[in-house]
């Protein structure tokens, strides 16, 4: 890959791509980072990999007669009979990783209690799962530390936490059933995942263990207390307040507009305040657990991440733990913090990326270390606190969060929320959002640019366009990107570049922190829309600070010049600042877009 380096007037911005690093000066000093970023693509996964997809007509099937998530409901209704419970099993996914309000593990620990068994649990660590999903090192690191909070939590409560490895994805199932079988497990407990792999492998899960209760026949497999062997699997909806795929219009059909599907939101959960209830702890196991289980209790570490999301450096791993501190309490600490300082001015500034007046809440909500239910719990706390006319001083715990019952900040922020939500609701609606196709199936017949230096440009933050050079550089030295930066990001790539959106997608799995399949393949989702970034910057950075963050190019260039300093300064001002020209031009670039989706998408037929 090409380097690019700048000079620049008193802070220095190296921003250069080398294979799995991205190296910037911070703009709050002149020492320079490696930022363990996963810029190139995993083995594996080269770009043609990358861009791999079904076809449209499998995408349909997928939607219909061949939907993972209604076979997997069924198969929830239809099991047989529940037997009599021995040890329990809560089985922890990549989106739970917590104690506090977790809807199967609290289930599983009253089965344990009802038949006198022992509560273990596990979690399954995939390092080729990693790979296959591009999960950032940001994201890898912090699930993994997430989880070990998490298991020496519930060692205080003689619960062991095991980790389950595999090297090969196709071993999942059999590494849970074998933990299964010798540990004498009479239930498996766990919280579905709304992806399509995920749910076609717990319908694999439900076929094992209806193959197994056959093939050893009625009364006659003996656990190790005698007891019959049979498994009950049983699911719980964990991720959301509200089901995905409960809301529907007036016609019947599910919502697929935000719009009423917030209003219905509300107006349930307004009507349902038993919806944010939340449930406490795991009871906890006799100590004498310790003892019967002690290969379960060993002093074995958590697994490392594997090579290829490894930090840069150690420093950079602090520094990025230090942004985003794991776990269950440094999450509660973030939200109370939040509602306590800046959720009053949360619309005001939601779009404004300098205020940085965001919760930063969305990796814990992407781990499950912080459930949304204990969230909105704690939200509604704080709702009606006098701000709104008519209101009452003491008026609180209403669970009304729309704009006329709630402070605006709260009802702006809620609403957010119920965004995360909607894209949950989504993928079961129209599961093939998760097989790298697009919701609208006809963008897959748009011909895209391969512009190489485009792409490179883009991913380095040097594009010669301030907002969206500002945006790149802040992914790569946090991890994280400010929402209203996404969008212009994502708009330009796929719009002004004409490139491929799956390969931005994909960039973003790559180093964000906070990567949600749900949220990133609905953020990505290509459209008509386009954002202009100039006029974009000029709302919502009205004194450039944001780009003078994180442009130190533009540090010294004033007033509005800093917006599009190629067409607002002189020919001599511009080449002083030692800054790109922009790659494409804006007017020019989205004309052909346009052109380009209307041509291509006119006649497809999906």
């Given at each position: 890959m090409s380097y690019t380096s700048r000079s620049v007037a008193g802070l220095l911005l190296l921003c250069v791509r080398r294979r799995q690093t991205t190296i910037c000066a911070f703009p709050s000093s002149n020492t320079v980072h490696t930022v363990a970023t996963s810029t190139t693509t995993p083995k594996g996964h080269e770009d043609g990999d990358v861009l791999r997809h079904p076809s449209t007509k499998?995408?349909?099937?997928?939607?219909?007669?061949?939907?993972?998530?209604?076979?997997?409901?069924?198969?929830?209704?239809?099991?047989?009979?529940?037997?009599?419970?021995?040890?329990?099993?809560?089985?922890?996914?990549?989106?739970?990783?917590?104690?506090?309000?977790?809807?199967?593990?609290?289930?599983?620990?009253?089965?344990?209690?009802?038949?006198?068994?022992?509560?273990?649990?596990c979690f399954l660590y995939s390092p080729p799962d990693l790979t296959w999903h591009g999960t950032s090192p940001a994201r890898a690191d912090f699930m993994l530390e997430s989880l070990r909070l998490l298991r020496e939590q519930l060692r205080g409560l003689h619960i062991p936490l095991v980790v389950l490895t595999v090297e090969e994805r196709g071993e999942k199932v059999e590494r849970v059933v074998e933990f299964v079988k010798r540990h004498d497990v009479s239930h498996v407990y766990a919280n579905i995942e709304y992806e399509v792999d995920e749910l076609r492998r717990d319908l694999d899960v439900f076929d094992r263990f209806e193959a197994e209760g056959k093939s050893n026949g009625k009364g006659k497999g003996k656990g190790e207390n005698g007891e019959g062997n049979e498994v009950r699997f049983e699911l719980h909806h964990d991720q959301t307040v509200v089901e995905p795929g409960i809301l529907v219009t007036g016609s019947g059909g599910p919502h697929k507009v935000f719009t009423p599907y917030h209003r219905a939101w509300l107006s349930t959960i307004s009507h349902d305040p038993s919806l944010l209830d939340t449930v406490g702890l795991p009871r906890a196991n006799d100590e004498s657990t310790r003892e019967k289980f002690k290969?379960?209790?060993n002093d074995e570490a958590i697994p490392p991440a594997p090579e290829a999301k490894h930090f840069a450096s150690a420093e950079d791993r602090e520094r990025i733990r230090g942004l985003w501190p794991p776990g269950h309490a440094a999450g509660i600490d973030r939200l109370r913090n939040f509602l306590e300082h800046k959720v009053a001015a949360y619309a005001r500034d939601r779009s404004t990326p300098a205020a940085d007046g965001s919760s930063r809440l969305s990796p814990y909500f992407a781990s499950g270390a912080l459930s949304v239910r204990e969230a909105l719990s704690m939200a509604r706390e704080y709702n009606g606190s006098g701000d709104k006319k008519g209101k009452e001083k003491d008026d609180k715990k209403s669970a009304d969060f729309s704009s006329s019952g709630a402070d605006p900040g709260l009802a702006s922020w809620v609403r957010e929320v119920v965004f995360r939500e909607f894209y949950r609701h989504m993928m079961v609606v129209i599961p093939h959002n998760s097989m790298n196709l697009p919701q609208n199936l006809k963008f897959d017949f748009v011909h895209w640019e391969d512009d190489a230096a485009g792409w490179e440009k883009w991913c380095a933050g040097t594009l010669g366009v301030p907002f969206v050079d500002a945006g790149m550089r802040q992914l790569a030295a946090e991890a994280y990107m400010h929402n209203r930066l996404r969008m212009n990001t994502a708009s330009y790539l796929r719009t002004n570049l004409l490139l491929?959106?799956?390969?931005?997608?994909?960039w973003f799995a790559e180093h964000l922190v906070d990567w949600d399949l749900c949220n990133n393949t609905q953020g990505w989702e290509p459209s008509y829309t386009v954002f202009n970034p100039v006029s974009q910057a000029e709302k919502c950075d009205p004194h450039g600070d944001y780009i003078r963050r994180w442009v130190p190019e533009l540090k010294g260039v004033k007033g509005k010049a800093v917006f599009d300093p190629y067409h607002r300064l002189s020919k001599e001002e511009f080449e002083k600042l030692g800054y790109p020209k922009p790659h494409v031009d804006y007017k020019e670039s989205k004309e052909r877009c346009i052109q380009r989706y209307k041509q291509d998408m006119a006649d497809a037929d999906p």
């Open positions: 499998r995408a349909k099937e997928v939607d219909g007669a061949d939907n993972p998530y209604q076979a997997l409901l069924s198969h929830m209704e239809q099991q047989n009979p529940d037997p009599k419970a021995r040890n329990v099993l809560h089985w922890f996914r990549s989106k739970d990783l917590r104690a506090e309000d977790n809807r199967a593990l609290h289930s599983a620990a009253q089965k344990a209690g009802e038949g006198g068994g022992t509560l273990l649990t290969d379960l209790f491929d959106y799956r390969r931005g997608e994909r």
